[in-house]
């Protein structure tokens, strides 16, 4: 190892240990301080708000708009942004695996510093994400510095709940988007693995209240804990899983929020395979896009009653189903409160125009996370920014390696 990269070595040690001391609000100087070290200057940090519209500098000056920046261009993108000129800076992409969090700037700090400073640049902005990520877990400032205003109770609830809007492995991508973010009330989405299986939810409960959010926020624990404390059965198709999933919801909304009507859709998705088994109870049937257009009714199934109503139990459980995926097929699933939103003159966006839109955004080699973005300010916009209903959307892409 040269000296140079010695050095950087060196720093970086000295700031992950640094980190296991700092407080509160300390993030953003430790990050300074350890570009500073790297032999890079004018350090920033954006992160991007709660509805991915700005970055919010944590270091201080003006939010950049992520549609009219450089530091936005690295933000959609994700990948590196260069000043145009004699500048020497760059703007790099903050992503933890493949969830998008920010970009962070740096500038070589001295002319003999110019060698290597853009992989210390990106290497300083890995150690960002780190920190960012393990702290904003128990500190405030870095969750409120990227809100624009206060979230109502069922939406700080809901939050608390929700994972992270992408996730992914070689294999497959799941993004997800819900808005009005700082008021939602009852929708509320999930995704995981277990082991080569992606598991999905989408849930909508009826209402747009505390209760409404109580009540998602008890299916999705209902949920989780049908997967892990083996309550519903694994292996084979997924039917039977998927099935446990759906009565654990049931016995829980019963059980404790009475009255409370709630629809969804849980699959699973075998990446090794292309498997996709679903359930779906009484929520808009997902939607099957291949080769930029959405196959007619490839996933719609016969109706079936909502949870919450008491009508499944034991030997009545919802039917599930399975298609096998081709590699490229993307699958949404999203809340009627996308669909029927309404403009000022009453004009609903309808399913043509949702689709469409996710269509074109990644045909011109958009990533599905910044097709969903586009798509819910594409809704904000048809109407006027005012949702009168929780939107919530769910894209997974099957990509396997050829």
């Excluded at 699959?267 to 196959?295: E, K, M, Q, S």
Aim: net charge negative.
């Amino acid at each position: 190892m040269d000296a140079a990269r010695a050095e950087g070595y060196g720093a970086l040690v000295r700031a992950l240990r640094r980190s296991h001391h700092i407080g509160p609000g300390e993030v953003t100087g430790l990050i300074v301080d350890a570009g500073r070290e790297l032999g890079l200057s004018g350090v920033r940090v954006l992160l991007s708000d709660v509805q991915q519209r700005r970055l919010v500098p944590l270091t201080g000056g003006t939010p950049l708009d992520i549609d009219g920046s450089l530091a936005g261009l690295a933000y959609r993108t994700q990948r590196v942004q260069r000043e145009s000129g004699g500048a020497q800076g760059c703007w790099i992409p903050m992503a933890d695996g493949i969830e998008r969090l920010g970009a962070l700037y740096a500038a070589p700090g001295a002319p003999g510093s110019r060698a290597g400073a853009e992989e210390r640049a990106e290497a300083l902005a890995t150690l960002a994400t780190l920190l960012v990520v393990s702290k904003s877990t128990h500190d405030d400032g870095l969750i409120t510095a990227v809100r624009s205003r206060p979230m109502t109770h069922q939406a700080e609830l809901l939050w608390a709940f929700l994972p992270p809007r992408t996730i992914g492995s070689p294999r497959v991508t799941s993004s997800a988007v819900l808005e009005p973010a700082y008021d939602i009330g009852g929708d509320a989405f999930d995704h995981s693995f277990d082991g080569s299986v992606l598991q999905l939810a989408v849930l909508d409960a009826m209402g747009h209240d505390l209760a409404s959010g109580a009540a998602s926020a008890i299916a999705l624990a209902a949920c989780r804990a049908a997967r892990r404390d083996g309550t519903a059965v694994s292996g084979g198709a997924g039917v039977a899983a998927l099935a446990g999933v759906a009565l654990r919801i049931e016995d829980a909304l019963v059980r404790w929020i009475p009255d409370r009507l709630l629809t969804g859709v849980l699959a699973r998705l075998d990446t090794a395979t292309g498997r996709l088994t679903w359930v779906n109870c009484g929520h808009p049937p997902p939607l099957l896009i291949r080769d930029g257009r959405v196959v007619p009714r490839a996933l719609e199934r016969a109706a079936q009653l909502p949870l919450g109503l008491g009508a499944y139990g034991e030997g009545r459980e919802p039917a599930g189903y399975t298609v096998r995926l081709q590699p490229g097929d993307r699958v949404l699933v999203h809340t009627d409160g996308v669909t029927e939103a309404r403009s000022p003159r009453g004009e609903t966006f309808g399913e043509e125009r949702l689709t469409d839109i996710v269509v074109r955004s990644m045909a011109a080699g958009e990533a599905a996370p910044e097709a969903l973005r586009r798509l819910v300010l594409s809704l904000l916009d048809h109407q006027g920014h005012e949702l009168r209903d929780d939107a919530t959307i769910l894209l997974t892409e099957w990509h396997p390696p050829h």
